[in-house]
T-cell receptor, first 114, second 110 residues
Framework: DAGVIQSPRHEVTEMGQEVTLRCKPISGHNSLFWYRQTMMRGLELLIYFNNNVPIDDSGMPEDRFSAKMPNASFSTLKIQPSEPRDSAVYFC????????????FGPGTRLTVT | KNEVEQSPQNLTAQEGEFITINCSYSVGISALHWLQQHPGGGIVSLFMLSSGKKKHGRLIATINIQEKHSSLHITASHPRDSAVYICAVALQTSGSRLTFGEGTQLTVNP
């Protein structure tokens, strides 16, 4: 398996623009996680899905952030409008359902909002 | 107080040394994860533990559920072990959601 695939790997955009990050989980995994990593706050969970259904979105910072998982092999994280404080590395991870399974991380998307 | 505390925050060792990184947590958990983040940014899962001890190559992870404490040991450390090591717990009350420690920056000098 190719592992968790994320695109783009790097994104530079101007404040106010819409940003869409994409993730393809490992085939057969039915949990998908979106994380954000910054120097100030470390790794934080934004949202996770089980079987394509959002389970916990309490980490989504505000209404500018939205995430979808239309099918088992694809998810998006959208920021609209983007702000400089959204600059971070965004990781997608997948696993089998449940907290007792290893999570496999994608390479991350480094987002810079100017 | 963070729910997950790691120590030390930074650790410098000489090649060949035995290394220990500690993780303490304050609530009931269903599992504890050790992750490694390489200098290039990629994150790799090293271990997932709910009890006892696991070993993979030169890496050993232990957990004491009663004391709410886990350790990650590296034997015969090597410069390629230089990375950030992150402890994360799945709380009993939060399903698959992980709560992360702040990480330990390990540097192994040749």
């Amino acid at each position: 398996d190719a592992g968790v695939i994320q695109s783009p790997r790097h994104e530079v955009t101007e404040m106010g623009q819409e940003v869409t990050l994409r993730c393809k989980p490992i085939s057969g995994h039915n949990s998908l996680f979106w994380y954000r990593q910054t120097m100030m706050r470390g790794l934080e969970l934004l949202i996770y899905f089980n079987n394509n259904v959002p389970i916990d979105d309490s980490g989504m910072p505000e209404d500018r952030f939205s995430a979808k998982m239309p099918n088992a092999s694809f998810s998006t994280l959208k920021i609209q409008p983007s702000e400089p404080r959204d600059s971070a590395v965004y990781f997608c991870a997948s696993s089998l359902v449940g907290g007792s399974y290893e999570q496999y991380f994608g390479p991350g998307t480094r987002l810079t909002v100017t | 107080k963070n729910e997950v505390e790691q120590s030390p925050q930074n650790l410098t060792a000489q090649e060949g040394e035995f290394i220990t990184i500690n993780c303490s947590y304050s609530v009931g958990i269903s599992a504890l994860h050790w992750l490694q983040q390489h200098p290039g940014g990629g994150i790799v899962s090293l271990f997932m533990l709910s009890s006892g001890k696991k070993k993979h190559g030169r890496l050993i992870a232990t957990i004491n559920i009663q004391e709410k404490h886990s350790s990650l040991h590296i034997t015969a450390s090597h410069p390629r072990d230089s990375a950030v090591y992150i402890c994360a717990v799945a709380l009993q009350t939060s399903g698959s959601r992980l709560t992360f420690g702040e990480g330990t920056q390990l540097t192994v000098n040749p």
